[in-house]
């Protein structure tokens, strides 16, 4: 689709921009439906980019299209990449036939929640999560961490023009730092923050990217087989690419 195809375009992109990074080799598996089982030939062009062991494989798609993928990555008996990153989430581990896949895994994600507060709402990531309980995802946290930044460009405004001018002051401001990250917005209306990267260290999800400590080189992930057939049932959508 077209959200995996321009993420691949971005990957190989920065891969052309760079030094000492180049593509190994890349596979498109594009699935009829969502969570569609992979077929024979996806499974050969995953076999593929597999023997020819790059460094770090990229996987590229929607939660719930990736994990068989990257759990026959890991599952390889001859092969372990220096990095896994997919481009999905931590949000629904049930999406793996087995959690502990997950491990050392970097995915991208909006919220880095920290347990940074700003000065006037007071909200932290743990008690947003407390408040809005199942509902709290990187999209709820987005519009809570929006009202964190209104609220500051309100309490910074002039009495009697707060609202007419509200944009203006919400991109003067200096970034406000709510619970869903820095926030700040050019002149345009356009947000400026980073996304951050997450590995899975020991069941926990930690932030490693722009900043942090990541474990690197992943270690080996033995890959539960029935019958020779690895036990997945998770389909993939979208393209893979490979650096």
Do not use: C
Not at 52 to 64: E, F, K, R, T
Not at 163 to 192: C, E, H, K, N, R
Request: glycine residues 10%; charged residues 20%.
């Amino acid at each position: 689709n077209g959200f995996s195809a321009s993420v691949r375009t971005g990957a190989n992109n920065f891969i052309s921009a760079s030094e000492g990074i180049t593509v190994a080799s890349e596979a498109d598996v594009v699935l009829s439906a969502y969570k569609t089982e992979l077929t024979d030939e996806d499974i050969g062009k995953i076999a593929l980019v597999i023997a020819a062991a790059p460094d770090v494989i990229v996987v590229i798609g929607h939660a719930g299209d990736v994990e068989d993928v990257v759990t026959r990555v890991q599952g390889s008996e001859d092969y372990t990449p220096k990095a896994i990153i997919a481009v999905n989430g931590f949000s629904t581990p049930s999406n793996y036939d087995d959690m502990e896949a997950m491990e050392e895994i970097i995915v991208p994600d909006q919220w880095d929640e920290s347990s940074t507060a700003d000065s006037i709402v007071g909200w932290t990531s743990a008690a947003f999560r407390e408040a809005l309980g199942a509902d709290a995802s990187y999209h709820s946290a987005a519009a809570g961490g929006l009202a964190v930044a209104l609220t500051h460009a309100v309490v910074a405004g002039e009495a009697g023009t707060r609202m007419s001018t509200i944009a203006q002051t919400m991109a003067a401001m200096a970034p406000v730092q709510t619970f869903y990250g820095a926030l700040s917005w050019d002149s345009s209306g356009v947000l400026q923050k980073p996304m951050y990267g997450k590995q899975r260290q020991g069941g926990v999800d930690v932030v490693v990217a722009p900043e942090g400590d990541i474990i690197y080189p992943m270690q080996k992930f033995e890959v539960l087989k029935i019958g020779g057939v690895y036990n997945s049932g998770i389909g993939f959508r979208g393209q893979t690419a490979f650096n």
